[in-house]
């Protein structure tokens, strides 16, 4: 069973930072994608961004972005410790959310959320003005 556990998330001000964690158990999938959604309250779930690799330990990787956060959003990934990373920077207002992590374990890449198998629990992210 796959888990996926969020952590990260508070309150910050315009122009700051924070950076979101998933901490995934998910077994010996060689190819899989992790994927970074948010809602905001009374709007639909939107992509954000999405890492994909091959391979187990030193797989190569590749980052997609959505256009609203290009630029300023960063995902990674640390093998060691099965996390990947969501870095958010020059945080606006609307960015405020609840952010999931959620996973492909055919390691789609795909900024549909009925496509990923496996959600986190969320964390929320609010940007104050």
């Known amino acids: 069973q796959v888990q996926l556990v969020e952590s990260g998330g508070g309150l910050v001000q315009a122009g700051g930072s924070l950076r979101l964690s998933c901490a995934a158990s998910?077994?010996?999938?060689?190819?899989?994608?992790v994927g970074w959604f948010r809602q905001a309250p009374g709007k639909e779930r939107e992509f954000v961004a999405a890492?994909?690799?091959?391979?187990?330990?030193?797989?190569?990787?590749?980052?997609y972005y959505a256009d609203s956060v290009k630029g300023r959003f960063t995902a990674s990934r640390d093998n060691a410790k099965n996390t990947v990373y969501l870095q958010m920077d020059s945080l606006k207002p609307e960015d405020t959310a609840v952010y999931y992590c959620?996973?492909?374990?055919?390691?789609?890449?795909?900024?549909?959320?009925?496509?990923?198998?496996?959600w986190g629990q969320g964390t929320q992210v609010t940007v104050s003005s």
């Open positions: 890492i994909r690799w091959t391979g187990s330990w030193s797989g190569t990787s590749s980052e």
């Open positions: 998910i077994g010996r999938f060689s190819t899989y994608t």
């Open positions: 959620a996973m492909n374990r055919m390691g789609a890449v795909t900024a549909t959320s009925d496509e990923y198998d496996y």
